[in-house]
């Protein structure tokens, strides 16, 4: 590592601004993950207890997260 | 779906599906058929959008400035410093998923079961495509035209389309009462 990048590298891992902006862009990263996740689970014919089990959360909040906007489209059709 | 609809208006969807693609977009939204709409190029929502003043170089800059990528170049770079390749994550999971996943799963889509082969419809430009059937109806056409898309696009009015047509200063009535007015209808 040249003097410049290791500098660089020390610099951003001490700045906040950095630091605060990889926790933010991390959250969304998670979110979309979680969202695609579950979505593929429930193509393969998982329940909402299995998912929330493997997620480690509630049955209830899995399903108010992810279960709404399908059943309106659901509904929709 | 698209039985009734006309070569042009096929050739607006394929066109969506295309941009969506090339703008690396998860679905296809409202916006994506603005430039499908645009780039069919000689139907009469092309040509009444033409004299509008809108251009495909406009639509796509209002996109772009309107769409925030889920992970910007900057929270790219605090990713790594963390170590974390936010690349190397996205080729892994769109080696699974298709193309546009990681968007796609933030926006919701709209869409039931997998279907990974193609670039699905968001809710809101399925909605539109649901809309150019009653406006072909309320016109009295057996058939489904690039006008009819285009008269949609304005009546459904919240889509990022909509939303690009009025920072772009027109007007939804003065479009939709020139693509009356070009088919012979009083508006």
């Keep these: ?77 | 779906m698209f039985k009734r609809f006309t070569s042009g208006a096929r050739e607006v969807v394929k066109r969506a599906q295309a941009e969506a693609r090339d703008l690396g977009h998860g679905w296809i939204g409202t916006e994506h058929l603005l430039l499908g709409l645009l780039g069919e190029g000689e139907g009469i929502a092309a040509r009444a959008l033409r004299a509008a003043g809108i251009t495909a170089r406009v639509v796509r800059d209002e996109i772009e400035r309107l769409v925030e990528p889920l992970i910007s170049g900057p929270d790219a770079d605090a990713l790594r410093a963390i170590g974390i390749d936010v690349e190397h994550v996205r080729a892994r999971i769109e080696e699974s998923f298709g193309p546009g996943a990681l968007e796609r799963a933030r926006l919701g889509g709209c869409r039931r079961g997998p279907s990974r082969a193609f670039i699905p419809f968001s809710c809101r430009s399925k909605k539109v495509l649901e809309l150019s059937l009653r406006e072909a109806l309320r016109l009295r056409h057996n058939y489904i035209g690039t006008e009819h898309i285009l008269l949609a696009l304005l009546r459904e009015g919240q889509g990022l389309a909509a939303q690009i047509l009025v920072r772009s200063g027109v007007r939804a009535d003065d479009l939709r009462r020139a693509v009356l007015a070009a088919l012979g209808k009083v508006a």
């Design chain 1, 1 to 77: 590592m040249s003097e410049a990048t290791e500098l660089a590298h020390a610099a951003s891992s001490t700045d906040p601004e950095t630091g605060l902006r990889a926790v933010a862009a991390l959250r969304r990263l998670l979110e979309s993950l979680e969202a695609l996740q579950v979505q593929n689970a429930r193509d393969h014919h998982w329940s909402w207890q299995d998912i929330a089990t493997a997620l480690g959360v509630s049955k209830q909040a899995v399903h108010k997260k992810h279960a709404g906007p399908r059943r309106r489209i659901g509904r929709a059709k």
